[in-house]
């Protein structure tokens, strides 16, 4: 079992930077990939950035440039990096944690607001 837990969302301007956190208890693997998804208002949860515990990354073409995804596996810790923020970026961010065979958890997700 895995308990992911969001923090650093909230209200901001376009054009400002913030940081999510997510910290993650329980029984992570190597192979887990930990991972930032997001869902707005009336749409489809999307993925956002992905890592791994090597430190392979994977992005979502609409935040390449201006997101960056880390993870301190001391600290079962992943990080979202969020610059130039855009309206469009609201939505609710969510953290995940995927690996073999079926493992797949989700935090509660945190509100990230950019106001224009």
């Known amino acids: 079992q895995v308990q992911l837990v969001e923090s650093g969302g909230g209200l901001v301007q376009a054009g400002v930077s913030l940081r999510l956190a997510c910290a993650a208890s329980?029984?992570?693997?190597?192979?887990?990939?930990m991972g930032w998804y997001r869902q707005a208002p009336g749409k489809q949860r999307e993925l956002v950035a992905t890592?791994?515990?090597?430190?392979?990354?994977k992005y979502a073409d609409s935040v390449k440039g201006r997101f960056t995804i880390s993870r301190d596996n001391a600290k079962n810790t992943v990080y979202l990096q969020m610059n130039s923020l855009r309206a469009e970026d609201t939505a609710i961010y969510y953290c995940?944690?995927?690996?073999?065979?079926?493992?797949?958890?989700w935090g509660r997700g945190t509100q990230v607001t950019v106001s224009s």
């Open positions: 995940n944690n995927q690996g073999p065979p079926s493992r797949n958890y």
């Open positions: 329980g029984i992570i693997l190597i192979t887990d990939v």
């Open positions: 890592i791994t515990s090597g430190g392979t990354t």
